[in-house]
């Protein structure tokens, strides 16, 4: 299995994963309870653009997990308006009415070229899920990944539909886990462009790759602190792979583990970059750590699964992770405050590398079945998976923008 491939390949440090001692296990519910929003007074004309704009709308905001689609008139919420194109321009006038009470929830209006339809219906939607429900919507953002097509392996970009799928490497090596800075205008990995694990950025404006650190041995698992100044990332330079924070420039090293006999891996910031979630085997299997991003003492947050593994902490404080459940990976999330704990796949799968939507409840993950890995996006309310990747490949190691 690919997974279990690049695992030993990466000598453990590219997996990670969060529990809580004690936790209480909630299996996810069936399904979301969502407030019913009429399109029907949404009226487009017959061009192509138009037709595009309102099919990527409708199912954005299906896809939101928060509302049903109907066109009846009888909805809770109304959206009119219209959309024309002229000109090679799209023009989109869109208003939200909340029919239990008569108020305008959202009014605006948007400007933008007929071939950006796609983009500007996700940004209706967002907006749309804004006036509604006051959370973020994910429609507009967009997932890094990684993907082996006909064995050559590279990072790619989509957007959280999976459509625009954009190859943004092309060195056909060992490449892992894409993470993205926090103004979206750079993704940091690890690669073997030289034939041995070292961490790299790549400007998403210029394609321009500068090396972060290729240090002697192992160079892996980076990812940006929320303000984008800081790199965790794990080294093997002394010997043994340990947790490490650099600058974004790659400088200033600060060694932030330092366990002789263990393999850490996998570093994940928390949301006010005050700590860090990684993974270390000192205690004989992978477990999940949490120390503060200066250092200090860690402490153990997973005692559930034999492996636990792939953490990512969320917008929202809880940490969704790989929890290895009677032979199969899949995936939880963890409330580390309270530490209560949701096991949100349960089919006879491989799940792994959990990334947060930052709406917070929203997981991509990828699903190995029959030796082949797609990308699905999971919903913790309890709406049915969706599979993002359609076209031929393996994908996996999904990251999700935060905006």
């Not at 491939?5 to 969060?18: G, K, P, T, W």
């Amino acid at each position: 299995m690919i997974k279990k491939y690049f695992i030993r390949l990466f000598f453990f440090c590219f997996i990670s994963a969060v529990f809580t001692a004690n936790a209480q296990v909630v299996v996810s519910k069936a399904g979301s309870p969502k407030c019913a929003l009429d399109l029907s007074g949404f009226r487009c004309s017959d061009g192509p653009s138009e037709a595009l704009f309102r099919q990527v709308l409708g199912d954005d905001l299906k896809r939101s997990g928060w509302f049903d689609v109907i066109k009846n008139g009888k909805g809770s919420f109304s959206v009119q308006g219209t959309c024309r194109e002229a000109g090679g321009n799209l023009t989109v006038r869109c208003q939200v009415d909340n029919m239990l009470n008569g108020a305008v929830a959202m009014s605006k209006s948007y400007d933008g070229k007929g071939a950006q339809s796609r983009k500007l219906a996700h940004t209706v939607a967002d907006d749309i899920v804004w006036a509604i429900k006051k959370v973020k919507g994910i429609a507009s953002t967009r997932i890094a990944l990684v993907g082996n097509r006909g064995g050559k392996k590279n990072i790619y970009i989509c957007d959280a539909d999976g459509a625009n799928m954009m190859q943004i490497t092309h060195d056909n090596v060992i490449c892992r886990f894409p993470e993205w800075s926090p103004d979206m205008t750079k993704l940091i990995y690890t690669a073997y462009l030289s034939g041995y694990p070292d961490v790299y950025m790549i400007n998403l404006s210029s394609y321009e790759r500068r090396t972060i650190s290729s240090s002697p041995g192992l160079n892996a698992g980076a990812a940006f602190s929320p303000d984008g100044r800081r790199i965790a990332l794990v080294l093997s330079k002394d010997g043994n792979p340990d947790l490490y924070v650099i600058s974004s420039s790659g400088g200033n090293l600060v060694k932030i583990t330092r366990t002789p006999y263990a393999s850490e891996a996998s570093p994940s910031w928390s949301p006010d970059g005050e700590q860090i979630v990684y993974v270390s085997d000192k205690s004989g299997s992978p477990q999940l750590y949490v120390v503060g991003s200066g250092g200090g003492e860690p402490r153990r947050v997973s005692w559930k699964g034999s492996e636990n593994v792939s953490p990512d902490w969320g917008p929202d404080g809880r940490i969704v992770c790989t929890s290895r459940r009677e032979g199969k990976y899949q995936i939880c999330v963890l409330d580390p405050s309270s530490k209560k704990e949701e096991q949100v796949t349960t089919d006879w799968a491989d799940h792994e590398d959990p990334s947060w939507a930052p709406d917070g409840r929203h997981i991509v993950c990828s699903k190995t079945s029959n030796y082949h890995s797609d990308l699905y996006i999971l919903d913790t309310l309890g709406d049915h998976p969706v599979r993002l990747t359609t076209i031929q490949g393996e994908w996996y190691s999904p990251a999700w923008s935060s905006k």
